[in-house]
Each structure stands twice: as structure tokens, then as C-alpha cells.
């Protein structure tokens, strides 16, 4: 079903996708697509850390025009006042093949991002220039990881259960460690209980973070102050 957005200039328009985004990782769908950027594209810029699932989501979308593109199709979505993308707009182009547009053709461009795409493309240069040089692979060995954490009562002293939480350390973990969000939050729960919510940054082949919660978060311990913990996003960077 096609999504609608309306004015993401305003509070209200962002306040809306951040509230759609809240148990998404994309706009539609389980993989980056058109839709999110038409969605992108019609931002014109980072939002405020204010809107904490609109940060994460923009940061990541960003990472992926840096690296790879987007390809798949999305199920459609439109922005108030912005035209939505073509195809051409959503892969990443090839340095190699890049050339100059010919003057016949600079009336029929469509420029989606503005200002921002002889930068992102300048950033892809220089990231091709150098793995070329290096002869090694792109990285895509880290994810982001947004985790609640519950406690199990409202007795709880939730600043011992975020020291529980940060004295937990590993080779390839790190806390709190976000460019565009708060690296953590409380948040009411109900009946005067908060839980916590915390980012985290996992190199994949060092830490499983299913092994993270159950043999080292939820057990003791950590347990004294923790009940429960739970994924809220997951992307890789």
C-alpha cells in the first residue's frame, strides 16, 4: 500500500515519519528502496536529533548512497510538493563509466538532490580511488544496533541498570557510540516503569548479539537490574 507524507519541512510532517519509521527500518518493505529515496531526497538535509528514528534511518539511507545504491522498487510513495525518483536516480553510478552530460541533455536532467549530489558523488570517487589503490574489499562488516532495555520494576535504579548495561565489554563492542542520535533515552513503559534505550556499534564477526543478551545482559549479574532486552533496529553500516 502507497504511503503519503506530507511537508517534511514542518513539525508536523516530521513528527508523522518519525512515528512511521518507529518499528521500521525502511519506509516499505525489509530492504532500502525507491521509496526511501523519494523520502531522502525530499528532506534536503539531516533532520534534528530530535526525531530519533527519522536520524537513524537518514543516517543509514546515507551510508547506502555512499556505497552500493538502492535498486529495489518499494511499493510507492509520495511527498507532498516532490516529485518521486526515477530509476536513474536510485544506483550509485560507475566512476569509471561516469562522463560529462552533453549541454542538449542539461534540459531534461532531473536533479533530485540538489547541491548534495556532485558531493556524494565526489565521495564515491574518492572511495573507489582508494580501494582500487588498497586492493581491498568495501567494509560492511559493522551494524548499528538500537536495544531496549526493561527493567523489572519501577523500583529499579535505572542508572545502576545503564552501568549494568556499559560494564558489559567485548572486542568489537561499543556503546553509545551514534553521529545523529542520542546515544540513549529513557522511555515510559506504563505504571510509573521506564526502560532504556541505548545504540550500540558490533563489528558482526566479533560479537553475536543474541549471545550479548542471553549469556551476558539477562544473566547474572546483570539480571539483578535487568529483565528483558529487545531489538528495536538493526542496520548495517
Same mark, same amino acid.
Given at each position: 500500500m502507497? $504511503?503519503?507524507?506530507?511537508?517534511?519541512?514542518?513539525?508536523?510532517?516530521?513528527?508523522k515519519?518519525?512515528?512511521?519509521?518507529?518499528?521500521?527500518?525502511?519506509? @516499505? !518493505?525489509?530492504?532500502?528502496?525507491?521509496?526511501d529515496?523519494t523520502?531522502?531526497?525530499?528532506?534536503?538535509g539531516a533532520?534534528?536529533?530530535e526525531?530519533?528514528? #527519522? @536520524? +537513524?534511518?537518514?543516517n543509514?539511507?546515507?551510508?547506502l548512497? +555512499?556505497?552500493? /545504491?538502492?535498486?529495489a522498487?518499494g $511499493? !510507492? &510513495?509520495?511527498?507532498?510538493g516532490?516529485a518521486?525518483?526515477?530509476?536513474?536516480s #536510485?544506483s550509485?553510478?560507475? #566512476?569509471?563509466?561516469?562522463?560529462?552530460?552533453d549541454?542538449?541533455?542539461?534540459?531534461?536532467d532531473?536533479?533530485?538532490? /540538489?547541491?548534495?549530489?556532485?558531493?556524494?558523488?565526489?565521495a564515491?570517487?574518492? +572511495?573507489?580511488?582508494?580501494i582500487?589503490?588498497?586492493?581491498?574489499?568495501?567494509?560492511s !562488516?559493522?551494524?548499528?544496533i538500537?536495544?531496549?532495555?526493561?527493567p523489572w520494576?519501577?523500583e529499579?535504579?535505572?542508572?545502576?541498570?545503564e552501568?549494568?548495561? +556499559?560494564s #558489559? *565489554?567485548m572486542?568489537?563492542?561499543?556503546w553509545?557510540?551514534?553521529?545523529?542520535?542520542?546515544?540513549?533515552?529513557?522511555?515510559?513503559? !506504563?505504571?510509573?516503569?521506564k526502560?532504556?534505550?541505548?545504540?550500540?556499534?558490533i563489528v558482526?564477526?566479533?560479537? @553475536?548479539?543474541?549471545?550479548?543478551?542471553?549469556?551476558?545482559?539477562?544473566?547474572?549479574?546483570?539480571?539483578?537490574y535487568? *529483565?528483558s532486552?529487545?531489538? &528495536?533496529?538493526?542496520?548495517?553500516?
Amino acid at each position: 500500500m502507497a $504511503v503519503t507524507f506530507y511537508n517534511l519541512s514542518s513539525k508536523a510532517g516530521l513528527e508523522k515519519l518519525d512515528n512511521h519509521l518507529k518499528t521500521r527500518s525502511y519506509i @516499505s !518493505g525489509y530492504q532500502a528502496s525507491k521509496d526511501d529515496i523519494t523520502v531522502h531526497a525530499a528532506l534536503k538535509g539531516a533532520p534534528s536529533s530530535e526525531y530519533i528514528n #527519522v @536520524s +537513524r534511518w537518514f543516517n543509514h539511507i546515507e551510508a547506502l548512497l +555512499r556505497i552500493s /545504491g538502492v535498486a529495489a522498487e518499494g $511499493v !510507492g &510513495v509520495s511527498v507532498e510538493g516532490f516529485a518521486p525518483v526515477t530509476e536513474e536516480s #536510485v544506483s550509485t553510478p560507475s #566512476v569509471t563509466d561516469a562522463k560529462p552530460a552533453d549541454d542538449d541533455d542539461d534540459a531534461s536532467d532531473v536533479d533530485l538532490f /540538489g547541491e548534495e549530489t556532485e558531493e556524494e558523488k565526489k565521495a564515491a570517487e574518492e +572511495r573507489a580511488a582508494a580501494i582500487k589503490a588498497s586492493g581491498k574489499k568495501k567494509e560492511s !562488516g559493522k551494524s548499528s544496533i538500537l536495544l531496549d532495555v526493561k527493567p523489572w520494576d519501577d523500583e529499579t535504579d535505572m542508572a545502576k541498570l545503564e552501568e549494568t548495561v +556499559r560494564s #558489559v *565489554q567485548m572486542e568489537g563492542l561499543t556503546w553509545g557510540m551514534c553521529k545523529y542520535l542520542l546515544s540513549t533515552k529513557l522511555v515510559a513503559v !506504563g505504571y510509573g516503569i521506564k526502560k532504556l534505550q541505548i545504540m550500540m556499534t558490533i563489528v558482526d564477526d566479533l560479537v @553475536s548479539i543474541d549471545s550479548l543478551i542471553e549469556d551476558h545482559l539477562t544473566s547474572e549479574p546483570a539480571n539483578e537490574y535487568i *529483565q528483558s532486552c529487545d531489538i &528495536v533496529a538493526f542496520n548495517k553500516i
